[in-house]
């Protein structure tokens, strides 16, 4: 059964690094998102990615926040300048976006630890 | 926009007896609805989903209820096992081209041996 992949599973960086998480979402789909959890909150939406670009994106996604899909296949959030609270578990998600009523499919997770 | 809530944070219940987990949501223009249940260390696990325009469905042990007067749904789940122990989400979605989920704070359901 296709997945949605993510990589890596568990990233540790300092303050005010930049890191890049990947997810390989189901092929054929064609509408990618990213949703942060912090530790014993809410799923909470962040950008969602149509047809190369974002078609929305929520009050967390600032300017520290950007999206790629630079390939067929890969679909990166890229966090320029790490901050404590951005520690969380981040979720890629995609749907086939044939029609409205269709679930999305989560990733595994990226769990981002800020030192 | 759209808050989603849950009326309880945990929910402990015996092997065999059903479960019941209730949600809220505010924005009477969401139009899907989506229950995920989410083990340790995984990502959302789709169980059951509802459109706006149905008040009950049904799928294998799960059924969802969906009350719009009082904007609330509610997540059954027949002779609850052990696999069953999760922490379960629903989520809401507001009509619009992006279709982003709009989750509750989730329910942790314990099932007791």
């Known amino acids: 059964e296709p997945e949605v992949t993510q990589t890596p599973s568990h990233q540790v960086t300092q303050m005010g690094q930049e890191v890049i998480l990947r997810c390989v979402p189901i092929?054929?789909?064609?509408?990618f998102y990213w949703y942060r959890q912090i530790l014993g909150q809410k799923v909470e939406f962040l950008v969602s990615?149509?047809?190369?670009?974002?078609?929305?994106k929520s009050e967390i996604f600032d300017d520290q926040f950007s999206v790629e899909r630079p390939d067929g296949s890969n679909f990166t959030l890229k966090i320029r300048s790490t901050k404590l609270e951005d520690s969380a578990m981040y979720f890629c998600?995609?749907?086939?976006?044939?029609?409205?009523?269709?679930?999305?499919?989560f990733g595994p997770g990226t769990r981002l630890t800020v030192l | 926009g759209e808050s989603v809530g849950l009326h309880l944070p945990t929910l402990s219940v015996q092997e065999g007896d059903n479960s019941i987990i209730n949600c809220a949501y505010s924005?009477?223009?969401?139009?899907?609805f989506i229950w995920y249940k989410q083990e340790s260390g995984k990502g959302p696990q789709f169980i059951i989903d509802i459109r706006s325009n149905m008040d009950k469905r049904q799928g294998q042990r799960v059924t969802v209820l969906l009350n719009k007067t009082v904007k609330h749904l509610s997540l059954q789940i027949a002779a609850t096992q052990p696999g069953d122990s999760a922490v379960y989400f629903c989520a809401a979605i507001s009509s619009g081209s992006a279709r982003q989920l709009t989750f509750g704070s989730g329910t942790q359901l314990t099932v007791l041996p």
């Open positions: 092929s054929n789909h064609l509408y």
């Open positions: 990615f149509y047809n190369n670009e974002i078609s929305e």
């Open positions: 924005n009477s223009a969401s139009d899907y």
């Open positions: 998600a995609s749907r086939p976006g044939l029609g409205l009523y269709n679930e999305q499919f």
